[in-house]
C-alpha cells in the first residue's frame, strides 16, 4: 500500500528560479516527515525534516510545507541550483516506526 | 560519507540462488533498517533490528531473512532468488529513531 505519494516522477526547472516537489500521504498517524535526496550511486542523504506539530521548516534554500488537513507536504528550493539535481524522496513516520517512502521525483536543474 | 558500510557493492547471481547482504551501521548506532528499492520504485522497507532484536517488519517476503549480531552489524539474506528480485538493497542506522543514514547501497542483479 502506497501511504506516501509523490505523484511527479520529474521536475525540470531553471537554474536561480524556485522547485517545488510534493508528496502526499494517507495515514493520519504519521507525525513526523522528512525530505532525503540521493544522487546516483549513493545512498539517500537526509535533507530535512518536519514534526507535525509544526508548518514550515527552513534551512537555507530548503523549506519544507506540511498541510495536514490535505496530508499534504512539499519541499521548496530556492534558488535552485545545478547540484540539486538528484532524486527527491519524500518519508513518514509514525512515532518513530517503520518509514515509509514515497517513490521519489528526479530534480533537475538546467543551467 | 554517511559512516555505513554495505558489502558487496554489486552482486550478480542465478534465480534460484541464496545471497548475503552486509550492513556495518555508523558507530554507536543501535538500530538497523533494510531497503529494496526497485526499478522506478519508492525505498521499500523491508525490516528493523535494533540491538539485536527484531523491531519491526515491512513488505520483505518469507525467502528474505536477516539478523543483527552482537557487534551491531547485520545481514540480509536473500534464498530462492527471482528475476523480480533484482534491486537495489539499502541499509540504513540510527541512534534516533527519525533520523536515518544510509549506506551506499548493494545492487543485486539475478539472471
Known amino acids: 500500500d502506497q501511504q506516501v505519494k509523490q505523484n511527479s516522477p520529474s521536475l525540470s526547472v531553471q537554474e536561480g528560479r524556485i522547485s517545488i516537489l510534493n508528496c502526499d500521504y494517507t495515514n493520519s498517524m504519521f507525525d513526523y516527515f522528512l525530505w532525503y535526496k540521493k544522487y546516483p550511486a549513493e545512498g539517500p542523504t537526509f535533507l530535512i525534516s518536519?514534526?507535525?506539530?509544526?508548518d514550515k521548516n527552513e534551512d537555507g534554500r530548503f523549506t519544507v510545507f506540511l498541510n495536514k488537513s490535505a496530508k499534504h507536504l512539499s519541499l521548496h528550493i530556492v534558488p535552485s541550483q545545478p547540484g540539486d539535481s538528484a532524486v527527491y524522496f519524500c518519508?513518514?513516520?509514525?512515532?518513530?516506526?517503520?518509514?515509509?517512502f514515497g517513490a521519489g521525483t528526479r530534480l533537475t536543474v538546467k543551467p | 560519507d554517511s559512516g555505513v558500510t554495505q558489502t558487496p557493492k554489486h552482486l550478480i547471481t542465478a534465480t534460484g540462488q541464496r545471497v548475503t547482504l552486509r550492513c556495518s551501521p555508523r558507530s554507536g548506532d543501535l538500530s538497523v533498517y533494510w531497503y529494496q528499492q526497485s526499478l522506478d520504485q519508492g525505498l521499500q522497507f523491508l525490516i528493523q533490528?535494533?540491538?539485536?532484536?527484531?523491531?519491526a517488519k515491512g513488505n520483505i517476503l518469507e525467502r528474505f531473512s536477516a539478523q543483527q549480531f552482537p557487534d551491531l552489524h547485520s545481514e540480509l539474506n536473500l534464498s530462492s532468488l527471482e528475476l523480480g528480485d533484482s534491486a537495489l538493497y539499502f541499509c540504513?542506522?540510527?541512534?534516533?529513531?527519525?533520523?536515518?543514514?544510509f549506506g551506499p547501497g548493494t545492487r543485486l542483479t539475478v539472471l
Open positions: 518519508a513518514a513516520s509514525a512515532g518513530g516506526n517503520d518509514m515509509r
Open positions: 533490528y535494533y540491538n539485536g532484536e527484531e523491531r
Open positions: 518536519i514534526s507535525s506539530i509544526k
Open positions: 540504513a542506522s540510527s541512534v534516533r529513531a527519525n533520523e536515518q543514514f
